[in-house]
């Protein structure tokens, strides 16, 4: 049997005992998935540096392909998603207490990238492509977009993530953001899609 939505809010302390919100929830809410619990649990963890955390915010999306050899449940996050969390499985949300596609490594790659794009290929492997790097820096920049345009609240450690986010935004570009050529005549008429055939 599964527990309802509001004893789930009380577990998770994402409400008091009056239903209200706290500042963990209205974090949450923010978020879709368990990433706005992670998020949370940083915040609430008064030493870990923001500007470790932006980068490391990478990791709630990496999955298994930047982790190599390595654990790929290590990191900060998964340290205070744990503390806070314990090893709750709480389905499309937390797997033994951390977000389902959490996945250390990635804050390394993102980190260089961020401070010198050439340095991508550095990081490419039989296992790791381009593509892989690409897609975990869309992804990241996603999740900036959304703590920027989120709304403010009365914390201190909220208003300065959505500052740093803010400014993270302005110095860095999308990967997919190109510059295409323009079309073709052919390519701006109607396609017909019907198929004609020769009668013998």
Known sequence: MHPGTALLWRRLLLVDAGGVPTSRGRVVSFFAAGDGLAIAAALEEGRYPLEDLIY?????DAGFRFCREEDRWAGRISVVCHQRYGNQNIAGYL???????????????VRSV??????KHRFTTQFLGDGDIDRVIIEWRSLLRQIANAPALEWERW???????????????SPTATDLPGLEYGQ???VDHRLILRRH
């Not at 490391?56 to 709630?60: E, K, V």
Request: proline share 5%.
């Open 56 to 60: 490391d915010l990478a990791n709630l």
């Open 95 to 109: 797997e033994n207490g951390i977000p389902l596609k959490y996945g250390s490594g990635a804050e390394v790659v």
């Open 114 to 119: 961020h401070e010198d794009p050439a340095s």
């Open 159 to 173: 208003s300065g993530l959505q500052k740093l986010a803010r400014s993270i935004l302005k110095q860095t570009e």
């Open 188 to 190: 701006t008429r109607r």
